[in-house]
């Protein structure tokens, strides 16, 4: 029998979560031994269903049991966010997480379904994509010296378009305005396919989205890019903002993994090596980088902190225009 001043040592211990930490192994020794499935609040074929099913083949092999994509869309991905959110936490439900479930939802869904810092931990970082600002062929700038020139020449002569309100797309060019001091109509769309059909019409004239959508129309020459916010594959030439002048203006989509918020720290670091073993894979980094995504793998604190600094400047931006999602 344990004497008694040891026993209540080790109690306390225990209690203090010193005895029972993050090293405790015993926690689930043998996960994972079922599959594991990913919730991506987006529809099957978007940027993030197909980033994350990159992932999915490399992560699978790590793990050595089967890695399954649930595909639950709505709201912007908040629908299935909440839904992994609030998941058994146990390792065997994880979330595909980005800056717009994650950074803005808070402050642009008004009765959003989770916590993104208390019910959710972040298991680590995939990559990210930054934003173009593209305008209609019709407009007369060719650059972003020339588009703030204008812009300021033409004082509510622009619309920009979004993906749809509170989107990031709205946000960026929020803050684009106010980095520069010009003044843009927003005009919101239900999707990334009817903002660019009238960007090239040129019932708008710029429009901000992520490489992987814009790439084909800009090469077709039916839409002009003047600046991204940095370098991607397919637009050599194109300068970033920074380049062109504008400091401090460095919007980007990032895609990362997370967890429900109570499950083990083991499990958590057992998925973390799974993860970097999978993004050491270069025909993952440059499949990747094809699909317009720069590989970013750093560790759960280095996330969570760039979560917070996103949470502080997206939900600020859409709190000071009052963006709200439709």
Do not use: C
């Amino acid at each position: 029998m344990t004497p008694k001043p040891l026993r209540r040592a080790l109690l306390g211990l225990a209690a203090a979560g010193l005895l029972y930490g993050p090293a405790a192994s015993w926690a689930a020794p043998d996960y994972p031994n079922k599959p594991v499935t990913i919730i991506v609040p987006f529809p099957a074929g978007g940027g993030t269903d197909v980033i994350f099913r990159s992932v999915q083949q490399r992560l699978q092999a790590a793990l050595g049991v089967s890695v399954i994509i649930d595909n639950r869309s709505g709201a912007g991905g908040t629908v299935g966010t909440g839904f992994g959110a609030k998941a058994n936490p146990d390792g065997y439900t994880l979330v595909a997480a980005t800056t717009s479930t994650i950074a803005s939802a808070d402050a642009v869904y008004p009765k959003l379904p989770y916590d993104p810092i208390k019910d959710l931990v972040p298991v680590g970082t995939i990559g990210t994509t930054p934003f173009v600002l593209v305008v209609t062929p019709s407009l007369e700038a060719r650059d972003v010296k020339g588009f703030i020139d204008y812009a300021k020449a033409h004082p509510q002569a622009l619309n920009y378009g979004s993906i749809g309100n509170g989107s990031l797309s709205h946000l960026a060019g929020e803050l684009f305005k106010q980095r520069t001091g010009i003044e843009m109509t927003h005009v919101p769309y239900r999707g990334a396919a009817p903002a660019q059909a009238d960007l090239m019409a040129g019932q708008i004239q710029a429009l901000f989205d992520n490489p992987p959508a814009l790439l084909a129309q800009v090469r077709g020459g039916r839409m002009r890019a003047l600046a991204i916010s940095e370098p991607s594959a397919g637009f050599d030439g194109v300068p970033t903002f920074e380049q062109a002048g504008i400091k401090d203006f460095k919007p980007q989509l990032w895609y990362g993994l997370m967890a429900p918020a109570a499950t083990p720290q083991p499990v958590v670091q057992r998925l973390r090596a799974a993860l970097d073993t999978a993004l050491r894979d270069p025909a993952l980094r440059a499949d990747m980088l094809a699909k317009g995504v720069t590989p970013w793998n750093v560790q759960p604190d280095v996330f969570l902190a760039q979560i917070r600094g996103d949470i502080k400047l997206w939900g600020g931006i859409a709190r000071s225009v009052k963006a709200r999602a439709d």
